[in-house]
């Protein structure tokens, strides 16, 4: 029994993780329609911050946590100006548009590794390692600072987009363009928006589980398929799917390592992925009314 | 309120509509009629900023918007209703409503719920689907949310593109019937329609254009009896 | 696009050039290069097969590259059978894995059938790591045979024997190039696209769009596999590291680069990768700065590809040369004179009764106990107030939605629930309320694919070109093109259908349709959109189709129209039928006037 609260907490923290990296994939996807291949490559890229900024120069976590979420969100912000939307404005085809957010993941991966080399590095925890006991089960105190960090996220992005009229207007930009620029709304900075937020989350998303698993430049296409699997598992481009997702994909990953094996655990997350996929084809929590675009 | 001059526009490399003027008087109601890709469509979404504005000048109300992009002309008071509806279908009826409201930077929470109450009286169906997925509405229900969403906005002008698209003869009669009701407070239209009988019926003046030109206009009663209009567009029986 | 003779000329040159490759004083590792070159294009073509023709794209190319691999090698390093036999049997191993994988996955589409095979690309990278026993792990497999022919080795540390395996790879890769032009032009080409295009439209003229998908999967994945053999008795040792989900981006990667859609674009976008990859590999990071700057530069400049790129030139160059030559098929006008169209006895016999259908959507009751029937050669009306039904009932007619109860019989056969194509094979043809066109087709072409169960050909006479098959195309084009000069259409033969004006497309939609050859035509809403004068020009073409004996059972709202042309009408009203019967009565229908027309009939029919 208690094995297994052991690896349930684990489950949840890592669950957490991935909630955050499918949370920023849904947010682009939910604007433009944009499957982001790049989203793991950013959450490398907010660890990395965190190596440097936390690790190197010791600034304190808050600061770290700030600092990462801009310079990640404004990095994917400035490729979407300088390249997404001048392809969009060439009518480029959706398989241009992914390819591009290729191109980001390879060149962020090459950067990373030019910046700070091939080798794992440490991303200190802002509260220690001391672990606490609670009822005869290890946890480990940065496991609450990932749980925590992850439910303001989301607590933030419900509030968002179910009770302020921006956030309405996000989702409406995704759902019928056209329509939504007749009421008034402006996709470019809606897109501009999401780009921000949803490269933000993917580095808040890697600068805490850098504690738990180290930094690497290669880290980020482990992340990204595993966000690609909450995201779809949940349903692409729903809130609470990505919540709920993430925690299925932590949940698989953690027992499948526990029970079965860790060689494995992959393969687990994703045959559940496409059984689910089989039976509901717009993920869980996925509304059949927005189904994945066609290339 | 409205005046177009020397409108050219296309889509890619074709040019769709070649030089049109055209006016819209304070509160008054026009129609623009005309066969299949005579550019009628091409010609509201150019106004509306939804397609390149190729030459040629747009002004509203004494003041130049050529150049605004869509969602900045629904911001100085004209609303587009566009052809097939294009409701958000993922969001509820009022949620589609309130995002009519987006356009207006002096809304309130008060503005809007007054708003809305309007809306609901003008078309007491959407009330009782309120909470409804739009995409789960009948066709005609869904133009209700359209021309209910265009009108959240407050607009002075309203663009409606073939409002009775697809719909039974007692749906377009009930949209045309609040349609009539919003001209007479003010409210001017540019309406383009297949129906022609019926644009004809509920405007002051028309436009017929033929392969991106205006052919001939006037007022709306005397294009009823035209002969040339009769022969091309009201038909006799089938 | 040049001119018939410079292409042949110029396919002749590559072909000998590409044959004497290993002539050239070139290294062993420059020979070594131009293998591996070959081997991606053969895996890019598959990928493109699936991705640039019918659509859907897969992450997992690699992995059934691997499956390819693996089971080839397996055979041969036991000893099995040799490498000529074993290459068809991992071929058909890779193709019966991959429809296994696309009988679920294919329900899905877009992102989501991205998403699935990329998880089943990395189920196999796990396994392959896995299965130590079967594939030595991580380690690899090591110590395969080298294939043989007549005796001798034909790959191994000699140069010449490498050039001997070149050749094997050189006819392997034009075979398969010839085999997916062939596949993807010409009448199963159509056939394809038009899967592409619309899975509804395509069903509705009696194509079984899930056996189309499973079919082009599977080639796919065998040629995939072909790939995986080829490679494996190249390296002579293959490891799951050059089967992962990167692989299948690279793989996609090249797709990309060479044109998307061409078979020969991806040929080119493989040698352009394989060599960067080579020349870049002692750049450490800086190759993936490298790759990502060469992925910027093709998007943004040559959008299309290298293939679109080359083909704007030649299109340049040959504009220079005043050829007129469009880039498709010539209008098939030129051909044969107008085939006579085909009429039926009308007779006044039931065509179709429908009794008792009900159709529930959750809480919704959309059709409750519905039946009317159509007579032979009649022009039917059925019309309602937007969300009674009406195009719940034709889907449940048609096939497109399975109702709960009831019967439909039609010709006297029972089709209550038969799939969409099988309908339509019985002879009932239909068009959509939101038009359905094959918009990547022409106009032409959107006719002729409607007419090929008509005009019918085997699959083997069609691939090789025998003459009963080239016979029955002739056939198939007189036959489309006596419907589109009765449609008036005949101008516009060889324009995309996309290109056409809303009104015409509906027109052509109907034209499809009726080259389906069918006894009964169903139509949902062909005047919406139009005005009258086009109308009453719509009108007089449904007359002269029902003139040949085609009965149509048609759902509007324009009532001028409807009245004026119906036989009879059928009312609609929250999912019953509540009037049936001629015009004027059901004009007159107090019933009818309250639920639908909310006025007085004659006002009605005056305001449509």
Not at chain 1, 126 to 146: A, D, F, N, Q, R
Not at chain 3, 240 to 262: D, H, K, R, Y
Not at chain 3, 278 to 284: H, K, P
Not at chain 3, 418 to 424: K, N, P
Request: glycine share 12%; hydrophobic share 50%.
């Amino acid at each position: 029994m208690s094995d297994f609260l052991q690896l349930l907490v684990g489950a949840v923290t890592l669950g957490a993780i991935y909630a955050l990296i499918a949370l920023g994939f849904n947010l682009i996807f939910a604007a433009s329609r944009l499957m982001n291949f790049a989203q793991g490559d950013l959450a490398m890229l907010g660890a990395m911050v965190g190596v440097t900024l936390a690790g190197t120069l010791h600034l304190p976590f808050s600061l770290v946590v700030l600092a990462a979420v801009v310079v990640v969100g404004l990095l994917f912000l400035a490729f979407n100006l300088g390249v997404l939307r001048p392809l969009a404005k060439r009518n480029a085809t959706l398989t241009s548009m992914v390819m591009a957010t290729l191109a980001l993941s390879m060149f962020l991966q090459g950067a990373a590794e030019l910046i700070w080399g091939r080798l794992e590095q440490a991303v200190p925890s802002p509260v220690g390692s001391t672990p606490l006991l609670v009822g005869g089960i290890v946890i480990v105190p940065h496991y609450l600072v990932v749980v925590g960090t992850s439910a303001v996220a989301f607590l933030a992005m419900f509030f968002f987009f179910r009770r302020t009229l921006t956030g309405k207007a996000l989702l409406a930009t995704g759902f019928e363009p056209e329509a939504a620029r007749l009421v008034g709304i402006n996709p470019v900075s809606m897109v501009a928006l999401t780009c921000f937020l949803g490269g933000g989350f993917a580095a808040l998303g890697g600068l805490i589980i850098g504690p738990i698993t180290f930094a690497a430049p290669w880290m980020g296409l482990s992340l990204a398929v595993k966000g690609f699997a909450a995201s779809m598992l949940g349903g692409l481009g729903s809130l609470p799917g990505a919540l709920l997702g993430g925690l299925i994909v932590g949940l698989l990953e953690t027992f499948g390592a526990g029970y079965v094996s860790s060689a494995y655990s992959d393969a687990i997350i994703f045959l559940a992925l496409m059984l689910i996929l089989f039976v509901r084809p717009a993920g869980l929590l996925g509304s059949p009314l927005v189904t994945g675009e066609h290339f | 309120m409205l005046e177009v001059r020397q409108l050219v526009s296309g889509y890619g490399p074709v040019e769709a509509v070649h030089g049109i003027d055209l006016k819209v008087a304070e509160g008054k109601a026009v129609a623009v009629i005309g066969a299949n890709g005579a550019g009628k469509t091409t010609f509201l979404r150019t106004i509306s900023g939804l397609m390149p504005l190729w030459s040629g000048s747009v002004t509203f109300e004494g003041r130049d918007v050529t150049r605004l992009s869509a969602h900045e002309l629904a911001r100085v008071g004209i609303s587009h209703v566009p052809e097939g509806r294009k409701v958000f279908k993922p969001l509820d009826v009022e949620t589609n409503l309130e995002l009519g409201s987006y356009s207006r930077r002096d809304r309130t929470g008060a503005s809007t719920r007054q708003d809305l109450e309007r809306i609901y009286e003008l078309f007491p169906r959407l009330r009782e689907r309120r909470r409804q997925v739009t995409g789960t509405l009948s066709g005609g229900e869904q133009q209700m949310v359209a021309v209910g969403r265009a009108l959240m906005g407050r607009p002075r002008l309203l663009l409606l593109d073939e409002p009775s698209l697809g719909l039974a003869p007692q749906i377009f009669h009930e949209i045309f019937a609040v349609l009539r009701r919003i001209m007479a407070e003010g409210v001017g239209m540019l309406i383009v329609e297949q129906n022609v009988r019926l644009a004809l019926e509920n405007t002051e003046s028309a436009y017929v254009f033929q392969t991106g030109k205006v052919a001939l206009h006037g007022p709306s009663r005397d294009l009823l009896t035209n002969e040339t209009v009769k022969k091309a567009y009201l038909g006799g029986s089938i | 696009m040049l001119s018939k003779n410079m292409k042949t000329v110029a396919t002749a040159v590559l072909v000998v050039l590409l044959f004497s490759l290993p002539l050239l004083p070139l290294t062993k590792y420059q020979l070594h290069l131009a293998n591996l070159i070959a081997i991606s294009a053969i895996l890019a073509m598959s990928l493109d097969l699936l991705f640039g023709y019918l659509g859907q794209m897969s992450l997992a190319h690699a992995g059934f590259y691997g499956v390819g691999a693996y089971a080839a090698a397996l055979l041969t390093t036991h000893g099995i059978m040799s490498f000529w036999l074993a290459t068809p049997v991992a071929m058909v191993v890779c193709g019966l894995v991959g429809v296994l994988l696309g009988l679920p996955a294919l329900r899905l589409t877009g992102f989501y059938l991205a998403m699935a095979t990329m998880a089943f690309g990395i189920i196999l990278s796990t396994l392959f790591v896995q299965s130590v026993d079967l594939t030595g792990g991580p380690n690899g497999l090591l110590g395969i045979n080298p294939p043989q022919f007549f005796g001798t080795d034909l790959i191994g540390p000699q140069k010449g024997i490498v050039g001997n395996y070149y050749y094997l790879l050189l006819i392997a890769g034009i075979a398969t190039y010839l085999f997916l032009r062939r596949l993807t032009s010409g009448r199963t080409g159509r056939i394809i696209t038009a899967v592409r295009d619309s899975t509804l439209a395509a069903a509705a003229v009696g194509i079984n769009t899930r056996i189309v998908q499973i079919t082009i999967f599977g080639l796919s994945c065998a040629f995939a596999g072909l790939a995986g053999s080829l490679y494996a008795h190249l390296i002579l040792y293959i490891s799951p590291e050059s089967f992962t989900f990167t692989n299948s981006l690279l793989a996609l990667l090249a797709v990309v680069f060479g044109g998307i859609g061409t078979i020969w674009g991806p040929v080119i976008g493989s040698a352009i990768l394989t060599i960067l990859g080579e020349l870049t590999r002692s750049f450490g990071a800086y190759q993936l700065l490298f790759y990502a700057a060469a992925i910027v530069f093709v998007i943004m400049i040559v959008p299309h590809g290298i293939s679109g790129l080359l083909r704007d030139i030649a299109g340049k160059v040959s504009r220079r040369d005043g050829g007129t030559a469009s880039r498709r098929s010539a209008a098939p006008c030129d051909v044969q004179p107008a085939a006579a169209l085909p009429s039926f006895e009308a007779g006044k016999a039931t065509l179709l009764s429908v009794h008792g259908l009900s159709k529930r959507f959750g809480g919704l009751q959309a059709l409750q106990d519905v039946g009317f029937e159509v007579r032979a050669g009649e022009i039917k009306a059925l019309i309602g107030p937007n969300g009674s039904g009406k195009t719940t009932l034709f889907n449940c007619i048609s096939g497109f939605e399975k109702a709960d109860t009831g019967r439909v019989d039609f010709s006297g056969k029972a089709i209550r629930n038969l799939a969409a194509y099988r309908i339509a094979r019985a002879g009932m043809a239909r068009s959509f309320q939101i038009v359905q066109l094959f918009t990547q087709l022409t106009v032409a072409e959107n006719v002729l694919l409607a007419g090929q169960r008509v005009y019918r050909a085997s699959l083997v006479g069609t691939f090789l070109g025998f003459s009963e098959a080239t016979r029955a195309e002739r056939e198939n084009i007189a036959a489309a093109e006596a419907l589109l000069v009765e449609a008036g259409l005949h101008e516009r033969l060889s324009h995309k259908a996309s290109t056409l004006p809303y009104g015409r497309q509906r027109i052509l939609e109907i034209a499809r349709a009726l080259a389906t050859n069918p006894r009964l035509i169903l139509l949902d809403e062909p005047a919406a959109g139009l005005n009258t004068g086009e109308a009453l020009q719509l009108a007089d073409y449904l007359r002269r189709v029902r003139d040949r004996g085609v009965t149509i059972l048609v759902v509007e709202h324009n009532m001028a129209f409807v009245m004026g042309l119906a036989d009879s009408v059928v009312v609609l009203d929250r999912g019953r039928i509540i009037a049936d019967g001629t015009p004027a009565e059901v004009q007159n229908d107090p019933g009818v006037i309250a639920a639908y027309l909310g006025t007085s009939p004659a006002e009605a029919a005056l305001d449509a």
